[in-house]
């Protein structure tokens, strides 16, 4: 295809969930599988934006009356429920925004307001969203050219859904159906209010392959901070047009996999649309065979009013300066560093998967020897719990970092050799008092090296081989073999 001649414009809008407690009120951001605690039901009907306009998407849900139905939690507050005003914005949230806005090279506004967003599908028990641009004028690089970033927007997610009956909305016919009552969409508060940070580019992505590699490029920078992880954390909504098409906005496509088969589908289906002169601007949904299904019509701008439970929320120069200063690294300049220090790939991905990182700096910060270090907290829990047949979760907690700082203080001491490391963890995990899982019948380190001496004083010239053999056979095992290797290479040098 060539996306020059058929005037193909995209953009991205990325919605990533920060891993801090809620935006507007201090409750953990938990999603709960378990029975909820308590249900409200509320009957919402869309209100018109302060320009008393109700745009094109409200009214296309306005014509279903329905109920919704909120499944609350003993981690969900009044706050959620509307019931009480919002707190402060969420400091961590607010800096995690800004760190993402640097990264993406954007002006940071000094002062800006948190705005009300119409919502009408009862996923907020408000009525709206709350939303604050916090940057603008960022950019990112790709292969294919410099993309405009138009926004990073700060905005509390919406309560997740758990059933809806097929009146309430026929064209989401994969969610499960809830078949008793009549329109009936019920919801669980427990994601409601969770920070999200949105990130809007220009429309300047110019092929399907270039949207996905901006794709993968806001991905690193959102992940090198305190992100939330796993399914459902990060969606990805792509928009695109051609020439003499409409804009479409298409839900859901954050499968790295889908993004360019998804596109040129949709691109294939505004050629035929434009030719018919029927291209509509819609919101469609991106489904997992990377062909899409209308959603709904594209809102107008009428949605957007102040939040008027909450001041002006300022950002200082100096909080700007602090955060410019301690900016997370992205994990390509990790990786760069780790290889430095001499981890092969296998364990630099084992670093990052396993979410390490801080661990194994902190603990070589003690015995500086990358390749131990990496082994004592990647391997030797893993390989544990495998051998015990106990979860890592379980092994984890027992061998946490405190635990493997202290058998690592050992073995820098010299009390126990790096064979007894994991001798040392497997009793501590056995249930063995730590100080007596790393007691171990050892020759003194001191007396073991005044020996050494004395045998190679007394038999001179022979092999570090032959040394060895004598000195194991002097100690009989009580000694750590590398250890008695660098003992006597250093005195028959
Ligand atoms: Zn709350």
Known sequence: MDYEKLGFKCGLEIHQQLDTKKLFCNCQSILRKDEPDFIVRRRLHAVAGESGEVDVAAKHEMGKDKEFVYQGYDTTCLVELDEEPPHEINKDALNIALQISLLLNCRILPLTQIMRKTVIDGSNTSGFQRTVLIAQDGYVETDGGRVGINAVILEEDAARIVSRTPQAYPEKSSTKIFTKGKDEVVYKLDRLGIPLVEIVTAPDIKTPEQAKNVSLKIGEILRSCRVRRGIGTIRQDVSISIEHGKRIEMKGVQDLKLIVPTINNEIERQIDLVKMKKSVAEVRRGNPD????????????????????????????????????????????????????????????????????????????????????????????????????????????????????????????????????????????????????????????????????????????????????????????????????????????
């Open 290 to 493: 990377a062909t899409t299904s209308f959603l709904r019509p594209l809102p107008g701008s009428a949605r957007m009013y102040p939040e008027t439970d909450l001041p002006m929320l300022k950002i200082s120069r100096d909080l700007i300066n602090k955060i410019k200063k301690n900016l997370p690294r992205l994990r390509k300049d990790i990786e760069e560093e780790l290889n430095r220090k001499g981890l092969n790939q296998e364990m630099i991905k084992l670093i990052f998967k396993m979410n390490k990182l801080e661990e194994f700096r902190e603990l070589l910060e003690l015995v500086s020897n990358p390749q131990l270090v990496a082994k004592v907290v990647l391997m030797l829990p893993k390989e544990i719990a495998s051998h015990k047949k106990v979860s890592f979760e379980k092994i984890e907690k027992i061998l946490n970092k405190d635990i493997l700082a202290f058998v690592l203080e050992k073995y820098k001491k010299r009390k126990i050799s790096e064979r007894q490391i994991k001798e040392s963890l497997e009793r501590i995990v056995k249930g063995v008092d730590v100080n007596m899982a790393v007691k171990f019948e050892n020759e003194d380190l001191g007396n073991v090296e005044e020996k050494i001496m004395k045998i190679i004083k007394e038999k001179p010239g022979l092999s570090e081989k032959a040394y060895m053999g004598l000195v194991m056979k002097e100690f009989r095992g009580k000694v750590d073999g590398k250890i008695a290797m660098e003992i006597i290479k250093k005195y028959i040098k």
